[in-house]
């Protein structure tokens, strides 16, 4: 399983960014697909998931209203819509892949590489 986060850059505080995560390397009709961010400094956290067939998306609180996690399985590729991006959503993001719809990072056995947002104030 390959996994290839793209889409991170720089933006303004209120801004918005639209990381994309495109997979590849076998079926994943069954996977889970999560995006988790980790800040310098501090410990990876969850930002949302998703099941590969579209339904019960689920976000960590401090991301409900502002982003929004989906995938479009003809092209492989899982997005995050991120909006009124605040400068504490600076980090690296990362989207993995897993079978068990759940925040819980060691639950994710492949990761993509990460991609940096940065928002300044």
């Known amino acids: 399983v390959q996994l290839q986060a793209s889409g991170g850059g720089l933006v303004q505080a209120g801004g918005s960014l639209r990381l994309s995560c495109a997979a590849s390397g076998r079926t994943f009709s069954w996977f889970v697909m999560g995006w988790f961010r980790q800040a310098h400094g501090k410990e990876r956290e969850f930002v949302a998931a998703i099941t590969w067939s579209g339904g019960s998306p689920f976000y960590a609180d401090s991301m409900k209203g502002r982003f929004t996690i989906s995938r479009d399985s003809a092209k492989n590729t899982v997005y995050s819509q991120m909006n009124s991006l605040k400068p504490e959503d600076t980090a690296v993001y990362y989207c993995?892949?897993?079978?068990?719809?759940?925040?819980?990072?060691?639950?994710?056995?492949?990761w993509g590489q990460g991609t940096l947002v940065t928002v300044s104030s």
């Open positions: 993995a892949a897993g079978q068990s719809l759940t925040r819980v990072t060691t639950s994710y056995p492949y």
